[in-house]
């Protein structure tokens, strides 16, 4: 820990300094002490123009904001699998998953998480996510009147995480140590505890009045003021440091190892037959709640570089051109009077808001001549262009990510080209950030798995309103059961997370439906309609519901019934033109006839046939009824024939 922060000190003041720009404060004096900024084309030393209307222009701010907004547009597409197929329970978990991180997305506010952590990424160059258990969350169970707990999440810097720096690969790391200030009284509160681990040093956890390094620049920057610099809060009165120590699986410590010091005491220590409790046995990796994400890789060095750093020497560069701009131009807007000592005098001539130049008279001597100010030169705005053109450049943005198209472009195949080119930069850059998320996800539903002991109505309530298909046993199998932790993969879908062009989406699709690529898309038919609602739910929208939609959903809760061998009937109402293409669909499915049981293939089968004698009793009583409709027809033919002989009766004899 001593070496990870004599190590980070001076990163931290240049942390300091990035956010600080990216902000839009642009005094360099808000990162006392920092390092200078060496660059080739700046010098060393770079003051804050302090001069009265001195302005900066901020082009850090619409980098950063561009970058987020597009790291952050497209919802990451899941799909989770079981990695046993033989376990019923283990198929369900993975059946409801991509259910419950839907939900989860929503009620955990995912969106904000990616949000925050594209920005720290952006600026500082390395974020971390913290998945973890809390306890504190959640609603009160009747039979211990303490709360269920939930899962959590924390967006941290790595201002409060230290590794080890000589080992540049984060999945590799022997140890992490997360260091944030809590209240005092918490600490003592939380940690009294008499399970396993707990070591009941309470009284030993003092408050913090000294200087934590990195920890307190973090602190600092929470009570930052825009143009009035950080100062000293006094954040840590009547708290103390928490620093949690996960590490990893050894021969010592097969199950990893956990340790809380507060205030200097160690309050808890893991058992070593328990190990850390994020761990899990079918993953060695799993061994601490953190996933880490870097911007872009510093080259033999763990700590990534963000998008800030190696733009900043030419915004401090920009600035340098701004001051001299705006100096010139005060300078030749001010008038310049030559005049004679004592010459100006009261209700002759004022010199307030003027330049003013005096002399004295010498005998025979030209007057003295005042210059007039000189524009600056062509080539000096022209660098202050090209400057702003290489923070982009090297930002690896464009400006019609921002939504501003070149001068001169119009055609929108054109701008829709640059878009492309611009994306493509970021290509390698997102496909970790998927994994960022694939790997976070994945914890989140393993943490789900294997601490949520008590079904979570919240939770309940909005996956049945997600998804109205889903099965209670499957919820069940998922939420309140046996650690489940090993039967779930969760992957996001490659690319899912790179935004697309909304219009040249809609535009293939509809190239597809009509070329017949989609398949029978536009036919008036249940394989149609089941098309056709995919392809809306491609889009974001919802497909209206119909007398279609609720059949095929009844022949699908079917179909797991009969996998889990309960009844069903089959009812005069189903609609088989609906039920037997699914339920043949399912018997034909390869995954189904390797994993099925012949009890489950005979069911199944079974109730196919059911349906086909169903159709077949249908057929016979419509053929019936036909028979008994053209009968009364006939019927009523002859009568009418017989009524109209008698009407006509016999002529009269002459």
Known sequence: MSDDQKYKQTWAKQCKQWVAFANGDQRIDTATGAAPVINNSQPQTYNYDRRQNMYTTNEIDPIVRTLASYMCRAKPAVECFPS???????????????????????????????????????????????????????????????????????????????????????????????????????????????????????????????????????EDMKYSVPFQGYQNSSSKKGKCLVQEIYIKPCYEWPQGRLVIVAGGATVYDSPREEGSPYFMPYDEEMWHPYTYFGYEPYIGRFLHKGVVEPILPLQMRLNEINGAILENANTLAKPNILAAVNQLKKGVISGKGAMVYTYSPIPNAAIPTVLGGTPLPAQFFNEKKEIIEHMVRIAGTNFVMSGQPPSGVSAASAISQLLENATTQQSDIMKSWEFYHEARYQKKLRIIHKFMKYPNTKLNEYIKFLNKNLLEKQINDFIGQQDLSSGTILKIQYASMIPKNEMTKREMYDKWAKDGILGPITEPTPAGAKLRSQLIEKFGEKPLESEESTELKKAKWENDRIKQMLPVEVSQYDNAAIHMPCHIGEIQDPTYLEKATDEQKIALDNHIQMHQQQEAMKAQQAQLQQMQMAQLQANSEAAKTSASTKNMGVPPQQ
């Open 84 to 218: 046993n197929f033989e376990s019923e329970e283990e198929r369900n978990a993975a059946r409801v998953s991509e259910i419950i991180h839907n939900a989860k997305y929503e009620i955990d506010n995912e969106y904000l998480n990616s949000r925050m952590s594209a920005f720290w990424a952006l600026v500082t160059g390395n974020v971390y996510a913290k998945d973890f258990w809390n306890p504190e969350k959640g609603m009160v169970v009747s039979e211990t009147g303490l709360k269920s707990g939930d899962n959590d999440t924390a967006i941290l810097s790595a201002l409060s995480i230290t590794v080890d720096n000589s080992c540049t690969c984060f999945e590799k790391q022997p140890y992490i140590i997360e260091s944030y200030y809590m209240d005092y009284d918490w600490a003592k509160t939380m940690f009294n505890q008499e399970g396993a681990g707990y070591t009941g040093k309470i009284e030993e956890i003092k408050g913090e009045s000294g200087n934590v390094g990195t920890i307190d620049t973090l």
